[in-house]
């Protein structure tokens, strides 16, 4: 009853934000197909989530805490040298048995509201402003120390410091709290084989003008209800191909990415185990009725029903109907060479292969916890409903 109530009165929100009280004006809305996605595990899935390889360079364990210090808080209650680390971080043993810290998939899709962890929600304290924290300088400086001091430790980093090196200085964005996700597989595709993964130093491919084109973290626990992932829908086919492309920053080869693609099923059913967490606080119940109304007639055909019986549409909004920001649509088209590599790559072959179909649109999503989501639309540009 209460998600019935949020939505209710976000509706008289949404018409005064858009301005639309006749849907659909231009064109007509796009749906998309459902595709078969592979089952697993929920719990191996969280346990590989926080605590596996599917990054296996990083900073050395005892380098990363002089410089990071220990974690007071152990969000996840996890144990041994975890314990000690952010949960943004994970403690793996590289391809030598060296122990090192790689970032993991919760430095995007978690956050910290009112002392409170909630894994899949989009992190929006992130900070791509901070040019030292991904600083190719840096990244060469410690090279140069571990190549003199600990060959061994190198030889466990160098895979991550070789990428930082050659994409950090392509990931800062102008404001803090929005994502680079898009411009970060630019580059790393750049570099990358399409057929083996393996890591190139000069650019395979052109890449677009260092222009990053930010955008607002979604909530994982949306994604059991969508047939497309990414806000322009156009990650079609195995959505754990698209969710392992975190492997990209230090993937050796394609016998390595395999070994995620064959746990990455777990994730996926993870993800799609998460529930919205329930809106805290008291509701105007008088105001929710008026709401309702509202949202029913004219909210509802993009973003679907909610309560016992709801249904999502998975509706792609033409540009023309739309009429938001551009950018991020149209940054797909800016770079048909990064559809090409991905639609002939490792990851749209086998018998789960993913693809990229570009839409001059954006998807309407599904509305569930929307309170705790702030701020909002595809760029994160609207504080608050």
């Given at each position: ?173 102008e404001v803090r709290g929005v994502n680079s996700a898009d411009r970060l597989a630019d580059l790393l595709v750049a570099h990358r084989d399409p057929n083996t993964l393996r890591w190139s130093d000069s650019l395979l491919i052109d890449t677009p003008p260092d222009q990053v084109i930010p955008t607002d973290t979604p909530p994982w626990w949306l994604l059991k209800k969508k047939h497309a992932m990414f806000y322009n829908g156009f990650g079609r086919g195995d959505f754990g191909r698209f969710l392992m492309a975190s492997n990209l920053l230090t993937v050796n080869d394609t016998s390595e990415a ?128």
């Open positions: 009853m209460k998600k019935i109530i949020i939505l209710a009165s976000f509706g008289i929100i949404c018409l005064a934000f858009t301005g639309i009280f006749h849907p659909f004006p231009e064109e007509e809305p796009v749906h998309i197909p459902a595709s078969p996605q592979r089952v697993g595990d929920p719990a191996r899935g969280y346990d590989y989530l926080t605590t596996g390889d599917y990054v296996k360079s990083g900073i050395p364990y005892n380098y990363f805490l002089l410089g990071f210090g220990k974690s007071q808080t152990n969000y996840l209650k996890r144990e041994g040298q975890n314990a000690l680390i952010s949960h943004e971080y994970t403690a793996v043993k590289a391809a030598n048995g060296e122990t090192v810290v790689a970032p993991n998939c919760m430095q995007c899709h978690s956050q910290v509201f009112d002392n409170k962890l909630y894994v899949g929600l989009g992190n929006t304290l992130i900070d791509f402003t901070d040019r030292k924290k991904l600083s190719p300088q840096t990244a060469a400086l410690a090279e140069g120390i571990l190549k003199k001091g600990d060959p061994k430790k190198f030889e466990a980093a160098e895979p991550f410091l070789k990428a930082i090196k050659a994409i950090g200085g392509g990931l800062y964005t395999r070994d995620v693609d064959n746990r990455i099923n777990d994730v996926l059913a993870y993800i799609y185990s998460l529930e919205p967490p329930k809106y805290p606080h008291p509701v105007n119940a008088s105001l929710a009725r008026q709401g309702g109304v509202v949202f029913v007639q004219h909210c509802s055909k993009c973003h679907g029903n909610y309560g016992e019986g709801g249904d999502y549409p998975n509706l792609l909004i033409p540009e023309k109907t739309i009429g938001t920001d551009s950018f991020l649509y149209k940054s797909n088209y800016q770079s048909p060479q990064f559809v090409e590599w991905f639609n002939k790559s490792w990851f749209s072959q086998g018998d789960h292969p993913a693809r990229l179909e570009p839409f001059n649109g954006y998807i309407a999503p599904p509305l569930d916890g929307i309170w705790i989501t702030a701020p909002y639309l595809h760029n994160g540009s609207v504080p608050t409903l």
